[in-house]
């Protein structure tokens, strides 16, 4: 086969501008460190890499949204705790007020504090995050959820829980509503309440009350009447008779599975209303032990009143207590999942992570190793065509 002078100079330019093109993509990919320069490199892997990156910007989301969470949530535990302790306060001023020892001055020193605990409990409630948003709003975020006027406290948010993605298939709740922190709490002992009439003459003090038979209690509304200082009838809501004994100071009367400790002596015609408990807002509860102890007592049938009073205030103080603790473990197991989560995470985001590598990341020493071979290549290729562009017919004649 005939080659001419110019295919000679076309093949070796083409072989050192093939060889220059190799040398010049592994120069830039040692310098950018990346396997895969365009999807043409390797389409299945640049594929698998874009699958990966977004799978890695949706971990990403999800750990922005756990942190999100987890300041929420640590700020909400922080709130009731110290809410428990505003309401553990006010219980022990009301042990404070029942005392026989106070007299009406003494009992309103304990109402001015008691009324800035409930101021200290309203702000507790109107608590806002980093973002300016109250937390106990609900979906009214942006505004004030309670509002303190005349000594009632409103709700003005609503019921909204808004769930955060944290993972593929998880979503936890970044808070609690105010209506269900400090507004729907049961009254009484949870079942029912011991309401003793505030038109009682009598000194007769009703301590307590307890389901003692579960089996026997219905729920529905009783009244304790005494007919005679030594004597009472129980009576339904239609006015019925269903039980009837007699009475000795510091008896307790059980009926329908309720039994009530009663202590003091109470006048004909004095009564004791056992109600189907009901939901009742703390600052109400608050509110109310204040303005008792702000009346002023005079006889024993008023100090028997406030008594009454500030037992049924101890015991629903009692219930928001513990409501209040149950809410504050609810939002720790949510933090504990939100934990554990994280941990999930993140490796997978560094399993991903390693795997994209896998696909786009140079290995240098490779690398390098290849970038020196066709160096080496492009030098020869350069000597091979120097050598042969020399070449020439006249050289010999």
Do not use: C
């Not at 999100?68 to 309401?87: A, M, T, W």
């Not at 991903?352 to 020869?380: P, V, W």
């Amino acid at each position: 086969m005939r080659i001419s002078t110019g295919q000679i100079y076309a093949k070796g330019l083409g072989a050192m501008l093939e060889q220059q093109a190799r040398l010049a993509k592994t120069q830039e990919q040692v310098a950018t460190g990346k396997k895969l320069l365009s999807p043409a490199d390797d389409p299945v892997g640049s594929v698998r890499a874009q699958e990966l990156t977004r799978a890695l910007e949706r971990t990403g989301q999800y750990q922005r949204n756990a942190n999100v969470l987890d300041n929420r949530l640590r700020l909400e535990e922080g709130v009731l705790g110290n809410s428990v302790e505003v309401l553990q306060r006010i219980r022990d001023l009301a042990v404070q007020g029942a005392n026989a020892t106070q007299d009406n001055e003494s009992r309103k020193a304990i109402a001015n504090e008691v009324w800035q605990q409930l101021n200290s409990l309203v702000g507790y409630a109107n608590t806002r995050d980093s973002s300016g948003n109250f937390i106990f709003a609900g979906f009214k975020e942006g505004s004030q959820p309670f509002s303190y006027a005349n000594g009632s406290v409103t709700y003005n948010g609503d019921d909204g829980v808004r769930q955060l993605e944290i993972g593929p298939a998880a979503a936890i709740a970044d808070g609690d509503p105010g209506s269900a922190i400090f507004m729907n709490i049961p009254s009484g002992n949870g079942r029912f309440q011991v309401l003793p009439s505030a038109a009682n003459q009598g000194d007769l003090i009703a301590e307590g009350g307890s389901v003692s038979d579960p089996s026997q209690f219905t729920g529905a509304g009783l009244r304790i009447e005494f007919t005679a200082p030594d004597q009472y009838q129980v009576v339904d809501s239609g006015g019925g008779v269903v039980a009837a004994g007699n009475y000795q100071r510091g008896d307790s009367i059980t009926v329908a599975g309720m039994t009530v400790n009663l202590t003091g002596r109470p006048a004909a015609g004095d009564s004791i209303e056992l109600a189907p408990a009901r939901v009742k807002d703390v600052f109400a509860t608050v509110a109310e032990f204040a303005t008792a102890l702000d009346t002023s007592r005079s006889s024993a049938a008023d100090r028997a009143t406030l008594t009454n009073q500030i037992n049924a205030v101890i015991s629903n103080l009692d219930q928001a207590i513990s409501h209040l603790v149950d809410k504050q473990a609810g939002v720790g197991a949510r933090m504990q999942s939100l934990e554990s989560q994280m941990d999930i995470n993140a490796g997978a985001e560094i399993r991903l992570q390693e795997s994209l590598a896998d696909i786009t990341e140079l290995d240098y020493a490779e690398g390098i190793s290849r970038m020196n071979q066709q160096l080496l290549g492009l030098q020869a290729a350069q000597q091979a065509f120097a050598k042969v562009q020399g070449l020439s017919l006249f050289n010999y004649l």
